[in-house]
């Protein structure tokens, strides 16, 4: 366990977010764990932010304010990683906020080869509200990774940063840096190495630590991507390839297969709601590479129970010309449950 006298970086990027980096920098100093310093990473901002993060560091000897030029969040926190000072670090969103005992609890479940983790609250801003949901695995303690790492996946804990601690030396050590190439999925490939590099078991912080913002707007697929197929795929192939290594029993790659092919399907929406008025004949073009890909990976085949029904389905229905439908019946189940 990490002794209470040991320091904890805290890395935060920091973009063009004036109007809500205060109240980032606050619930940080309010910790419970003292023994933090945080690390203000701005990366050439053109609005006021560089000056709240100076302000703030003039006020409190526990917050470095560093201005850099524009390189990215991938870049800048791997900057974060060279310069931190802890024995341990974690990564907090400027626009997001944490609980105040976010780093004590995160601390106490830090040991040898374990990667702790929180649940998280997301805060959904609409026009004139913020609508929250909290997300909790709905265990705690430890637990193995051959009995979880699917369904820690597909929960939603795996694929970002901010509610982990990770130990410094060991990613130094082990050469473990966000990937700068890629803009979306670079979380999941960061923790996928990091679990790679000789960790054994998770740790789950059954409370909703950390705090989420998104827009009404924001999704993954909020911007038009050429390569959100070939990302996609570059991501579950680091998914799988773990699941390998970790020997992942037949229940829990049926998980990973069921959300490839989810995630291949939305790499068609991603094309299709921005490009509405395209022909059938350039739709079409994209629904071939995503099938090929689906029959290439024999996907459905390691689908188990209903799910591989309702994989055969979608796929009957997307290679027969019915991807609208598909599409359609998805976005009437999402109002219905209010996603």
């Known amino acids: 366990?990490?002794?209470?006298?040991?320091?904890?970086?805290?890395?935060?990027?920091?973009?063009?977010?004036?109007?809500?980096?205060?109240?980032?920098?606050?619930?940080?100093?309010?910790?419970?764990?003292?023994?933090?310093?945080?690390?203000l990473l701005d990366d050439g901002s053109t609005d006021e932010s560089f000056e709240i993060c100076?302000?703030?560091?003039?006020?409190?000897?526990?917050?470095?304010?560093?201005?850099?030029?524009?390189?990215?969040?991938?870049?800048t926190r791997n900057y974060g990683i060279n310069k931190?000072?802890?024995?341990?670090?974690?990564?907090?969103?400027?626009?997001?906020?944490?609980?105040?005992?976010?780093?004590?609890?995160?601390?106490?479940?830090?040991?040898?080869?374990?990667?702790?983790?929180?649940?998280?609250?997301?805060d959904v801003c609409k026009t004139e509200n913020i609508v929250s949901g909290k997300r909790l695995y709905g265990k705690s303690g430890v637990i193995d990774i051959k009995e979880s790492l699917a369904s820690i996946f597909h929960n939603g804990f795996l694929s970002v940063i901010w509610n982990k601690i990770y130990d410094v030396d060991f990613l130094r050590d082990n050469q473990i840096l966000f990937d700068t190439d890629?803009?979306?999925?670079?979380?999941?490939?960061?923790?996928?190495?990091?679990?790679?590099?000789?960790?054994?078991?998770?740790?789950?912080?059954?409370?909703?630590?950390?705090?989420?913002?998104?827009?009404?707007?924001?999704?993954?697929?909020?911007?038009?991507?050429?390569?959100f197929?070939?990302?996609?795929?570059?991501?579950?192939?680091?998914?799988?390839?773990?699941?390998?290594?970790?020997?992942?029993p037949s229940e829990q790659r049926s998980i990973i297969y069921s959300d490839f092919m989810a995630a291949l399907i939305v790499s068609i929406d991603n094309y299709y709601t921005f490009h509405r008025g395209?022909?059938?004949?350039?739709?079409?073009?994209?629904?071939?590479?995503?099938?090929?890909?689906i029959s290439g990976q024999e996907i459905i085949s390691k689908v188990?129970?209903?799910?591989?029904?309702?994989?055969?389905?979608?796929?009957w229905l997307i290679k027969h010309g019915l991807y609208k439908l598909d599409f359609g019946i998805r976005n009437i189940l999402k109002k219905m449950l209010g996603l």
Not at 54 to 75: L, P, T
Not at 197 to 221: E, N, P, T, W
Not at 229 to 246: K, M, N, T, V, Y
């Open 229 to 248: 197929l070939e990302i996609q795929e570059r991501i579950f192939d680091s998914l799988i390839h773990a699941a390998g290594e970790f020997n992942l």
């Open 278 to 293: 395209c022909s059938a004949q350039d739709l079409n073009k994209r629904i071939e590479r995503v099938c090929r890909s």
């Open 304 to 315: 188990q129970g209903t799910g591989r029904w309702i994989c055969k389905g979608r796929f």
């Open 1 to 39: 366990m990490v002794s209470n006298n040991d320091l904890v970086t805290i890395a935060v990027p920091v973009y063009n977010v004036s109007e809500y980096l205060p109240r980032c920098i606050q619930s940080l100093l309010e910790q419970t764990y003292q023994k933090i310093e945080i690390l």
């Open 54 to 75: 100076r302000q703030y560091a003039q006020k409190d000897n526990r917050i470095h304010a560093i201005h850099k030029e524009n390189e990215g969040v991938s870049a």
């Open 84 to 122: 931190a000072s802890g024995k341990y670090i974690c990564f907090v969103d400027s626009d997001d906020y944490v609980e105040k005992d976010y780093i004590a609890a995160l601390v106490e479940g830090t040991d040898e080869r374990k990667m702790p983790f929180c649940g998280y609250v997301v």
């Open 182 to 227: 890629i803009s979306l999925g670079e979380d999941l490939i960061f923790n996928i190495k990091y679990l790679q590099a000789g960790i054994d078991q998770f740790v789950c912080i059954d409370k909703a630590l950390y705090h989420y913002q998104r827009s009404g707007i924001q999704s993954l697929d909020n911007k038009y991507r050429e390569d």
